[in-house]
């Protein structure tokens, strides 16, 4: 089992930065990847970036640019910058990870972008 705990969400005005954080515990050896998904209201959940163990990145094309995603395996915790933050960024932004085809997902942090 793989335990994931967010945080580093919040309110911040259109234009700011938010970073956010997720700490991975329990199985965490053989994680195949980490990322971020989210689920603005009233949407279904949609991703927004991932790494892999080798260091590959893949981010959605609305946020490519603005946010960053990085992983400190000696921390097991992988992180999310986000620059330029526009409202329709506004959701809930849940971590992610894989392992042996299995999924886990941590308990989710608002982050809510004000015009």
């Known amino acids: 089992q793989v335990q994931l705990v967010e945080s580093g969400g919040g309110l911040v005005q259109a234009g700011g930065s938010l970073r956010l954080s997720c700490a991975a515990s329990g199985s965490t050896f053989s994680i195949n990847a980490m990322g971020w998904y989210r689920q603005p209201p009233g949407k279904e959940r949609e991703l927004v970036a991932t790494i892999f163990s080798g260091g590959t990145t893949n981010y959605a094309g609305s946020v490519r640019g603005r946010f960053t995603i990085s992983r400190d395996n000696a921390k097991n915790t992988v992180y999310l910058q986000m620059n330029t933050l526009k409202p329709e960024d506004t959701a809930i932004y849940y971590c992610?990870?894989?392992?042996?085809?299995?999924?886990?997902w941590g308990q989710g942090t608002q982050v809510t972008v004000s015009e």
């Open positions: 992610h990870a894989a392992r042996f085809y299995t999924d886990y």
